[in-house]
């Protein structure tokens, strides 16, 4: 039986309905997991106990850089929803890639970013605002580096099984998992770095 | 080599104490002797199909009341010791760094691995049938669930032989509970041990909420649905807004400890405020989690022993909605005393007098169902009837509490501790109790002995009162919470005493209750019929014990109480019972993952808890990829044929033609 979920008419709900209402769910329970994290942010953003703080580490010209990359990944995760849409496997595929790419390089640019404030003495144990800081940013990274594992065993099975009600519903649930990602990003850029500098 | 080894035995395991040695000994002949009658019996086989793999609702709602049980009897064994030491004056039974760990380990065992479980015990076997359902939304999660509950407690209870126990008390409060105080791995049990089942809870909250608003039978309005569903889902909504919180707190005093961050330290900028905020914020609606269940299961119990339909379905829906919702707004009332001025303070003591109003609404309809009933008092009703003077001192003692000004005299005395187990003691766990009887025979087929159940009932009310009301007087005379020894000077030995006799009959009581299960074994009659209490709801529909795939056919709802309404028009004889077709049934198929993939989990834990990477990472790995082949796989389902669903029917004493 290849797909259990089309055509029998028994009474029992629609599978694929049923997993995006749950992520919806999850995606609240996440909503509410940063929200905690940038309340802790916000708590602890003064104290810096004598040692630098924002305004003396950030550089903002790669946050600009790498906003930029995962905000446009954003949109190519819509393409490829669009071309999933038209049934079109390949385009399909293709844009997934690109986002993978555009993803793998956001983090890149992350994992620059803290290896730089490192450098400059800025570690975790520092002081409690740059624990809040990791903490929060790391999250996010983390985040972003499970979307990158999902979407490549996603392409996959794409590449095995074609678009069926089962790999479309996965990859609606991605493209939304990767919009939500870019909202809190929004977030992190304007609370902890523009915020940050100004 | 030898010497090596013989030190890190002596830092690895916990050694000194008799009482551990004693444990020791019983964990180590208790593994043996259940391997060996597995493999005697050729069991092991059998065990894995049918158990450990199983994605069967009834099934895990049963693992889970049984583990359950047996932290009742570990949190108890804590409670009996703590009150053996208070006993009497200047004790010398336990040592001041014993006392802390046992507390700790009593409360954190007793409220997440006594409580919550046997909650999502009573969600499992019951709320699909309920809601006249198959299975869950999401069957695979939910065995996922249980099992990651089941390596949290498991990691947590470890903690007893195996590197020391936490002392921190059950919220583990820093500073003490950072490394700086607290360097021993007992505190990353605690982490370990509770974030890996809070993820577990986490997704059953997700899993019940879809269940519930998506799976329920045709015709089964929001407005006809049970009111223990309804419970079980504003309990869900809570739970998914508040164990994030919980998450996070947990990961960043992970990270203070682990990482060397500053988040509540006391140098480096750090802020300890900022956890006891994040973790009532949690801790708070925590209570009402599990509380609201209880709500449920009166309210059915009530209706079907007075033979009446509930009274004021509506306000009942509605009172819970507004509890789960006020319960996210009261969070620092946990610390009235710790200078957040007094306009925080009057704000929070008003949110908290008004979870009173709902909760009257709700006492004040079960009395109103009873009033002009035809009331017969089996165990179940018992208990409920029990409950509500219970219900209406704590409730009365809990907004004294609530007082503000009043407060800075009972903050963490002995009033609080009687307070806060009236509530839990006797609104949740004696709540449960109440729907372990009810549900017994749709569970497992039989009905526990009445006469063996109501001696139990007895001994843990006196047991209580005796227990726990002379410790509200013991507060106000200034004993505080959290003390392991007291001087003769005091004045506070015959009270003390008094409540250790109360302890120890509890303990008593449990014991009658575990022999009520094996008398009700031995001299088993089975129920035929499915509804033996002449029960409302749909989950008595079916014969018990519930067949595998629950309904033969889906049910048609028609009303509220649609089962008793179904029964009084065929007694009326306005209705036939319908003849059925029946069709072939999509079933999920069983999976080695879920436990697989938890013990993984522990391996993460634990690592992580004795800084060994070796173990952890490779547990991670394997976390990794056990979600990968779940992902990959896509043979998840089958179906029974009619065949097979007229043998099992047949099997149960119904024949369908
Ligand atoms: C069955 C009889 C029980 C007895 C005799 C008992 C006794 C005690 C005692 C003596 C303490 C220590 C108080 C102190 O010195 O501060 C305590 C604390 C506590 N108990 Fe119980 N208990 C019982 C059941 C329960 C149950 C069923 C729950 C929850 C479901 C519970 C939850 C707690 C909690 C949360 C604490 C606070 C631990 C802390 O201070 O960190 N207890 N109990
Ligand atoms: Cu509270």
Redesign the pocket.
């Known amino acids: 039986m290849a797909n259990v979920n089309a055509g029998h008419h028994d009474h029992h709900p629609d599978q694929e309905e049923l997993r995006t209402f749950a992520f919806w769910i999850y995606l609240m329970t996440d909503v509410i997991l940063f929200a905690t994290l940038f309340a802790t942010y916000i708590v602890l953003q003064g104290s810096t106990d004598g040692g630098p703080g924002p305004k003396d580490l950030f550089q903002m010209n790669g946050i600009y850089a790498s906003t930029f990359i995962l905000l446009t990944s954003s949109f190519t995760s819509g393409l490829a929803i669009l071309a999933m849409n038209k049934g079109n496997r390949l385009a399909l595929m293709n844009w997934l890639g690109v986002t993978v790419f555009l993803g793998a390089s956001f983090l890149f640019l992350e994992i620059n970013e803290f290896m730089h404030l490192v450098s400059e003495g800025a570690t975790i144990s520092t002081s409690a605002f740059w624990t809040a800081f990791y903490t929060l940013v790391g999250t996010h990274g983390l985040h972003v580096a499970l979307g990158l594992g999902w979407m490549i065993i996603l392409i996959m099975q794409i590449a095995k099984r074609g678009i069926t009600p089962v790999t479309k519903r996965k990859v609606n649930i991605i493209s939304l998992f990767w919009h939500f990602l870019d909202v809190v990003w929004i977030f992190v850029f304007t609370i902890v770095y523009v915020m940050g500098v100004n | 080599m030898w010497e090596s080894v013989k030190e890190f035995a002596s830092e690895f395991f916990v050694t000194g104490d008799p009482l551990i040695y004693g444990a020791d000994v019983s964990i180590v002949l208790s593994m043996i002797a259940i391997v060996s009658v597995l493999t005697y019996f050729k069991k092991w086989g059998w065990l894995w199909r049918e158990w450990l793999t199983t994605v069967d609702h009834k099934k895990i709602g049963i693992m889970y009341i049984l583990a359950s049980v047996l932290m009742l009897f570990r949190?108890?064994v804590d409670?009996?010791l703590?009150?053996a030491q208070?006993a009497m004056p200047e004790m010398q039974f336990l040592s001041g760094d014993h006392y802390n760990q046992i507390?700790?380990t009593?409360?954190v065992i007793?409220?997440l691995f006594?409580?919550m479980p046997l909650m999502f015990g009573l969600f499992n076997v019951i709320v699909p049938l309920q809601l006249g359902a198959r299975d869950v939304a999401f069957p695979f999660l939910n065995a996922l669930s249980f099992w990651l509950f089941f390596s949290g407690a498991m990691l947590f209870n470890l903690s007893f032989v195996i590197g020391g126990s936490p002392d921190a008390?059950?919220?583990a409060y820093p500073p003490y509970s950072e490394l700086a105080f607290n360097p021993g791995p007992g505190q990353d049990f605690y982490i370990w041990g509770i974030q890996i089942s809070g993820i577990g809870s986490l997704m059953t909250g997700i899993n019940f909420i879809v269940t519930i608003l998506k799976v329920r039978a045709p015709g089964m309005t929001l407005m006809k649905m049970p009111m223990f569903s309804w419970s079980v889902l504003s309990s869900c909504i809570a739970i998914v807004f508040a164990f994030p919180i919980l998450t996070v707190t947990l990961a960043l005093l992970f990270i203070d400890r682990y990482l060397g961050g500053h988040f509540f330290t006391l140098d480096g900028g750090g802020n300890p405020m900022m956890y006891i905020n994040l973790i009532w914020m949690w801790g708070h609606p925590e209570v009402y989690i599990i509380v609201l269940p209880a709500f449920g299961i009166f309210s059915e119990i009530v209706a079907t022993f007075s033979r009446k339909k509930l009274f004021g379905y509506k306000s009942m829906v509605f009172a819970m909605i507004i509890i789960s919702v006020l319960s996210f707004l009261v969070w620092a009332h946990h610390f009235f005393t710790m200078g957040s001025g007094a306009d925080v303070n009057a704000f929070f003591a008003v949110t908290t007098m008004l979870i009173a109003i709902p909760t009257g609404v709700k006492v004040f309809n079960w009395l109103f169902t009873m009033f002009r009933g035809k009331i017969t008092f089996e165990t179940p009703m018992l208990w409920t009837v029990g409950i509500i003077p219970n219900f209406v001192i704590g409730g009365m003692t809990g907004v004294l509490l609530s007082v503000a000004p009043a407060d800075f005299q009972y903050h963490n005395s002995y009033f609080l501790?009687a307070h806060?187990?009236q509530v839990?003691?006797a609104g949740?766990?004696f709540g449960f109790f109440a729907g372990l009887y009810y549900w017994w025979p749709k569970i497992f087929g039989f009905k526990l002995n009445e006469r063996i159940g109501r001696w139990a009932f007895w001994l843990w009310n006196i047991g209580f009162y005796l227990?726990f009301m002379p410790q509200y007087a013991l507060g106000l005379m200034g004993m505080t919470?959290?003390?392991y020894t007291y001087g003769w000077d005091k004045g506070w030995f015959e009270m003390n005493l008094v409540s250790t006799i109360g302890?120890v009959i509890?303990g008593a009581a449990f014991l009658v209750q575990i022999w009520d299960i094996a008398h009700s074994i031995k001299h088993m009659k089975r129920d035929t019929t499915g509804d033996p209490w002449n029960a409302r709801t749909l989950e008595w529909s079916i014969p018990s014990p519930a067949p595998f795939y629950n309904f033969a056919v889906m049910p048609q709802v028609t009303s509220q109480d649609d089962w008793h309404e179904r029964k009084l028009r065929i007694e009326q004889g306005l209705e036939k019972p319908a003849k059925v077709e029946l069709e072939p049934i999509h079933m999920p198929k069983n999976s080695g993952i879920p436990i697989v993939m938890s013990m993984f989990w522990f391996f993460v834990g634990f690592g992580l808890i004795f800084d060994w990477l070796w173990m952890a990472v490779p547990g991670f790995i394997g976390v990794i990829g056990c979600m990968v082949v779940h992902s990959f796989n896509y043979d998840t389902d089958y179906y029974v044929t009619v065949e097979e669903i007229k043998r099992t029917e047949a099997e149960a004493g119904r024949v369908i033609t």
């Open positions: 949190g108890g409670a009996l703590m009150r208070l507390f700790t009593h409360g007793m409220i006594m409580a008390g059950w919220l501790v806060f187990h839990i003691i949740v766990v227990c919470r959290r003390l302890a509890m």
